[in-house]
């Protein structure tokens, strides 16, 4: 039975890369789609302000925990676990799989200039993933909304990826997942990784303070719920 952990409010299931495999190989035989998501420290932070995340954090098959401090914000002591998460990055399992298997994809990106520049790693990185169409999403209106939805639909990819600066591919997907014509959907969150020219790091002060700023706002939540 898989193991429910709880981080300010938010409950979602702990795996290990290994379960991600099993799911997503589970996955291609069946009817409905399932949703994978990017589990970081500034989308548990951006969900304290935004009850539509949380639900979309809850309601995915896998909330893929990315950041070792997740592990601790969880309350626990797992060097195994944060070891699986170091060594075995959501981007790279994702990625191998989708190579290996030949998989034919759908990309969604927020901008055109983000969208293109996913679709130039991957072609570069795992030539052997089929990438069958792209677009982008700028916004919320009925007519992209249903543009980009009948595009998906039309391509019926085995698996849609989709990298969000700001969230609203995260939000797309939870209301519109019943629409969708794919067996799997990748959240890949902003893929800053993959964005970041020249292979450049974030500076140690970004990191530090990106990681401080998490660890205050778990420290007050824990410390205001004790007081309930």
Request: proline share 2%; charged share 30%; glycine share 6%.
């Amino acid at each position: 039975m898989s193991e429910k952990i709880e981080i300010m409010g938010i409950s979602v299931e702990k795996c290990y890369a290994e379960d991600v495999m099993e799911s997503i190989n589970q996955q291609w035989y069946q009817e409905t789609l399932a949703t994978y998501g990017v589990l970081t420290m500034n989308l548990l932070l951006a969900a304290q302000q935004d009850e539509e995340l949380k639900e979309y954090i809850e309601t995915l098959d896998k909330a893929v925990a990315d950041e070792p401090e997740i592990v601790k914000a969880a309350g626990l002591e797992d060097k195994e676990w944060e070891n699986d998460i170091s060594e075995h990055g959501f981007f790279g399992t994702v990625f191998w799989l989708l190579n290996h298997y030949k998989n034919e994809i759908f990309l969604l990106g927020e901008n055109e200039e983000d969208t293109e520049k996913l679709y130039g790693y991957l072609q570069e990185k795992y030539p052997d993933i089929v990438i069958l169409g792209k677009d982008f999403l700028i916004g919320d209106e009925d007519d992209q909304v249903d543009k980009v939805i009948n595009e998906i639909n039309m391509w019926n990819p085995q698996a849609v990826l989709s990298c969000s600066r700001v969230y609203d591919l995260e939000r797309f997907v939870k209301r519109h997942r019943k629409k969708i014509n794919t067996k799997l959907w990748f959240s890949l969150g902003s893929c800053l990784d993959i964005f970041r020219e020249g292979g450049k790091k974030p500076s140690w002060l970004n990191r530090f303070m990106e990681k401080n700023n998490f660890k205050k706002m778990v420290s007050k939540y824990n410390e205001d719920m004790e007081k309930m």
